[in-house]
C-alpha cells in the first residue's frame, strides 16, 4: 500500500466517521452507515429480553482450539464464538463469553448463568430431556489421535489393551467404551492433559469429535497425528432453556438464514478451516419436538 | 434433584469411597512419616538441613494441590521412562503426601517448641545424641500436643483427596462426576458426594477427639 492510498483510505474514513456522528442524533442507534434494521422482539421473549439488558451471555469453551479458546491476549475466537457473535449481531447487542466446561453446561442453562451455550455441545436424547437444542449448525465425527511415530494404532479396532484419553462428561468417552470395549478408558477434565500424557506415554491413544483433534495437531503437528476413520455422526447444538420455543425457532431460523448467505461458510473458513481442508456442508435443522 | 440419583447408584459410590479410603489412608502414611523428618531437619543443629526443610515447607504449603498435583503427574514423567511407567494413583498419593507433609511438619515443630527446653537439656546430658533425644524424648512428648492440629490436617487431608479426581483416579468426586454425567442431576449426585465424605470425615473427627483425651498430659 502506498503513503497515497493510505492516505486516501483515512481520509475516507474519516469523512464516514464524520458522517455517521453527524446523524447520530436523528437515526436510533443505527450501525455506522449499515442500513439493516436489527428486527426487535417483544419484551416478553427472551430476544427481547436481551435486548433489554444490550448484552448476550454465551456459555462457550476457553480450551477448544478452533471452536472455543481464549488466547493469552484474552480474546476468545473459533468457530463457535463465530457462530454467538453472529447471533449477538443479529440481535444487535453484545457478547460476553464465559467458560463453559462439558459439565457445567446443563447448569449454566437452566440456572439462567448464560442465555445459550455453544460449547461443541453435541444434541443428545439424554441432554434433550434437560434442555432444549437449536440446530444442529455443525457436524462432526468420532476419530482417534496418536504419537506421530506410532504405527501400530490405525483404527479403534487396534485399542485392545491400550490406554484412551477422552474428557469427562463428552458424548465420545462414552462412545469409545462401546466402539472399543477392551480399551483401557482415562478421563482428564481437559482435552490438555489427554495430549500431554499422549505426549508423556501415559496413554496411547486421544479420542474425540475430529474437528477437536485437528485443533490439537494443528497446535504440534511433530507430536501428533489423526488416524483412522471417524466413527460416530456428532452434531453440534446450541443449548438453550427448555421450554423456550420461540426463543429456538429464532435461532434454528437464523442458523438457517446463516446457511444461505454464507456467513456461515466464511465463519468456518476463518476458524476450522485453517486445518481442515474440505470443510464439511451445513447439516439440516432439526425441529425435533420438545417433549 | 432426585434421591433415586444417589440410591440407584450406591455401588458407584461405594467404589468411590474405597478408593478415597485407599487415597486417605497412603496419604496421612506418607505425610506423617515426611513430615516427621521435616521437623526434626527444621529444629536439627545442622543448618543445611535446617534450610532445606524450610524451603520445602515454603514451597509445598504455598502451592494450592492441584496445581501440584497436575505438575507432578504430567511433568515428571517427561524424565523418562522408569518415571513414566508410575500410575495415576501413584501420583494423586505422592501429591497428597508431599503437599501435607509440609503441613505436618509445622504442626510438629510448634509441638516439638512447646516441650520444655530442660527435656531436651537433660537428654543431652545423659549423652543421648540428637536424634535419640528427639526420637526417645522430645517428639512423644510433641506428638500428644499437636494431636488436635494433626486431626484437623488428617480431616483436610481426606478432603484434599478430591485432588485425585483430576488426573482419573477412582475417588468420590470422580464417581461423582459420572454419576452427574449419567443423570444430569448435579445436585443431587454432588448432595451424594458429600454424604460419603461426612462418613469418613466425622468418625475422624470423633477418633481425634477420643484419642486427644487419652493422650492428654495429667496435670
Redesign the interface.
Known sequence: MTPRTRLRIGATLAAVALAATACGGSSDGDDLGSDDKKPTFASDTTMGKIQAKGTMTVGTKFDQPLYGEKTLSGDVEGFDVEIARLIADELGVKVNFVEAVSKNREPFIQNGNVDIVVATYTINDKRKKIVDFAGPYYQTGQSLMVRKDDSAINSKDDLAGKKVCSVEGSTPAERIKTEAPKALVTLFDAYGKCATALENKQVDAVTTDEAILLGLVSKKPDAYKVVGETFSEEPYGIGLKKGDQAFRDFLNDFVEKIYEDGRWKKALEKTVGKVQDSLPEPPAVDRYTSA | MQLSTVTDNLDVYLEGFVGTLKLTALGATGSLVLGTVLATMRVSPVPSLRAGATVYVEILRNCPLPVLA?LLA?GL??LGPPI?GLS?FTWAVLAIALYHAAFVCEALRSGVNSVATGQGEAARSLGLTFGQTMSLVVLPQAFRTVVPPLGNILIALTKNSAVAA???VTDITNQT??V??DT?D?LAALAGAAFFYLLLTLPTGLLVGRLERRTAFSR
Do not use: L, R, S, W
Open positions: 497436575v504430567f514423567p517427561k513414566q495415576f483430576t488426573i482419573d462426576e459420572f452427574i454425567n444430569v448435579p
